[in-house]
């Protein structure tokens, strides 16, 4: 996988090359300080996956991104100080985003959910799997809506199936619906969201977070904490008061 880093801090670019030396099978082939610099980059390198800085001098990360313009469209990992960035980083359809500093173990989360995002993007089944569900959506529209969300999107809107969604995180006043493919945006409480999730099978461990049992690969332990390790390498927290009802669903002691 090709690498493009920017970032107007060079502290924070040592720290990225550092770890990049570490992991296999993926090669910085640039660097950019600022959001224009990055644009003229990605043009000319046509890189992999960007991991860019979201506070930048002149045109930020959030606007930068959204002006990419070439195809196929590079991943994007977004670095940032400030956690409330997160719904604006996944409305430009961002793989993941990281926190200041960034740790090595989230920055090979996020290589490798990048990593599948590209396969299934470049994937002929997946393509056919998705023109067979908008073709469903074109005959189903009058169907219920219990059974998936509405999400908006640039040019629209695109549903999204529960049965597609792995978990569901809180961010400000929305929530972030994480599939295997991508993160969606959605404006809705928590208390609405728990109504329509009834009966379905993901399951609330958090006051702000919801996961699909069959989606937890390991259960994290430490001093009066619980976490969820999912497939795709997210880690949950989970509730003191929804303890017993993740023990129960997961069936562990």
């Not at 195809?71 to 977004?78: D, G, K, S, W």
């Not at 989230?106 to 490798?112: G, K, P, S, T, V």
């Not at 809107?157 to 972030?176: G, K, S």
């Amino acid at each position: 996988m090709r690498v493009l880093l920017v970032d107007d801090e060079p502290l924070a670019l040592d720290r990225l090359r550092t770890f990049f030396g570490d992991i296999d099978d993926v090669d910085v082939i640039g660097e950019a300080r600022d959001g224009n610099e990055a644009l003229d980059r990605i043009r000319e390198l046509t890189p992999d996956l960007v991991i860019m800085d979201v506070q930048m001098p002149g045109r930020n990360g959030l606007r930068a991104a959204a002006s990419i313009d070439i195809e196929p469209r590079p991943e994007l990992v977004f670095v940032t100080a400030h956690e409330h960035y997160a719904p604006d980083a996944f409305e430009v359809d961002a793989a993941d985003y990281l926190l200041k500093p960034v740790r090595f173990d989230r920055l090979r989360q996020a290589i490798d959910r990048a990593r599948r995002r590209q396969s299934m993007r470049s994937n002929a089944a997946l393509a056919q799997k998705l023109s067979a569900e908008v073709a469903a959506l074109k005959t189903g529209e009058g169907a219920g809506l219990d059974d998936g969300f509405w999400v908006p999107e640039r040019n629209g809107q695109r549903r999204v199936p529960i049965e597609a969604i792995d978990w569901i995180e809180a961010a400000r006043d929305y929530v972030l619906l994480h599939t295997q493919l991508r993160s969606h945006l959605l404006r809705i409480t928590m208390t609405s969201l728990e109504e329509r999730l009834r009966g379905s099978p993901l399951l609330r461990v958090h006051r702000s977070a919801f996961v699909r049992p069959d989606r937890v690969t390991e259960v994290r332990k430490g001093h009066r904490s619980m976490s969820l390790v999912l497939a795709d390498g997210a880690e949950v927290q989970v509730g003191p008061s929804y303890v017993a009802a993740v023990k129960e669903a997961l069936n562990f002691d």
